[in-house]
């Protein structure tokens, strides 16, 4: 548990650095509106911000909201299909605004979904358009 709260700690202190600093490309963000799945209330919005150094944050904003399942994942897909390998980690709560750090090895181009994921039944609590 000590773990994991250091692991959103650190994560939010790098990605509010990458955005304070000015790192953020202004005008390359993507956002969507989730929509609930799989008898799930899924609502809220989301941004992909990339950053001048080519990486990419996920920001989930106050208003996002999930009802509840185990195993909630953060992820991409495209065309309404998940994308296993995007998995950018445990979702860090149920409400409110979260930072994810993505990966080099993820390409944010070549999604336009970002998923709310149960890994544990393979199916989708959540997901948003990006536009």
């Known amino acids: ?6 692991n959103i700690i650190t994560s ?3 990605a509010l650095a990458v955005i304070g600093t000015g790192m953020a490309q202004a005008g390359t963000g993507t956002k969507g509106e989730f929509t609930g799945a799989s008898d799930h209330i899924t609502t809220g919005g989301v941004q992909i911000v990339k950053t001048s150094d080519g990486g990419a944050v996920v920001i989930l904003d106050a208003d996002f ?11 991409f897909g495209k065309d309404g299909s998940y994308a296993e390998a995007s998995d950018l980690g445990f979702l860090q709560s149920l409400t409110g605004v979260q930072i994810y ?7 944010v181009d ?14 989708p609590l959540g997901v948003a358009a990006l536009h």
């Open 12 to 14: 939010a202190f790098i």
């Open 110 to 123: 070549n999604f336009n979904e970002v998923y709310i994921w149960c890994r544990k039944f393979s199916v």
């Open 65 to 75: 909201s999930l009802d509840g399942a185990p195993d909630p994942r953060v992820g």
């Open 1 to 6: 548990m000590r773990k994991f709260i250091g």
């Open 101 to 107: 750090i993505v990966p080099a090895s993820v390409d």
